[in-house]
C-alpha cells in the first residue's frame, strides 16, 4: 500500500491551497480516507475525513475553509484549503484504513504517507 501527497508549499496568509493524495496497492470497498496534520512541536490531528459510508467529516478548527473530496475510484484523496492562517502550518498526511474504534473512531487509519508541508506566513 502506498500514499503520496502532494501540493504543499509556502504561501502568505489568506491563500489557497489543494493538497492531493495518490493511494495504490490498497483494495477495501469499506475504506476510510483521511486528511491529518502535525504542526510543529504538537501532535498529530485529524483535519477531515471521508468515512466507510462515505460520509465526509471535518474539524470544526478549518470547517468551512477546508473540504475533502475523493474521486469516484477512491484512488485519489484532495484535501482543497482556503482562507489558510498561520496556525494552520503543518505536515499534511493522508491516511486510509478500514472501520475501526479508537482514536480515529470510527475509522482506523492504518496506511500513511510520507506528508506535504505547508507553511503560511506573511
Known amino acids: 500500500v502506498q500514499l503520496v501527497e502532494s501540493g504543499g508549499g509556502f504561501l502568505q496568509p489568506g491563500g489557497s491551497l489543494r493538497l492531493s493524495c495518490v493511494v495504490s496497492g490498497y483494495f477495501n470497498s469499506n475504506r476510510c480516507m483521511g486528511w491529518f496534520r502535525q504542526p510543529p512541536g504538537k501532535e498529530r490531528e485529524r483535519v477531515a475525513y471521508i468515512d466507510s459510508q462515505a460520509w465526509t467529516r471535518t474539524d470544526d478548527s478549518v470547517k468551512g475553509r477546508f473540504t475533502i473530496t475523493q474521486d469516484s475510484a477512491k484512488k485519489n484523496l484532495y484535501l482543497q484549503m482556503n482562507s489558510l492562517k498561520p496556525e494552520d502550518t503543518a505536515m499534511y498526511y493522508c491516511?486510509?484504513?478500514?472501520?475501526?474504534?479508537?482514536?480515529?473512531?470510527?475509522?482506523?487509519?492504518?496506511?500513511w504517507g510520507q506528508g506535504t508541508q505547508v507553511t503560511v506566513s506573511s
Open positions: 491516511a486510509t484504513g478500514g472501520p475501526g474504534s479508537g482514536r480515529w473512531y470510527p475509522c482506523s487509519f492504518t496506511y
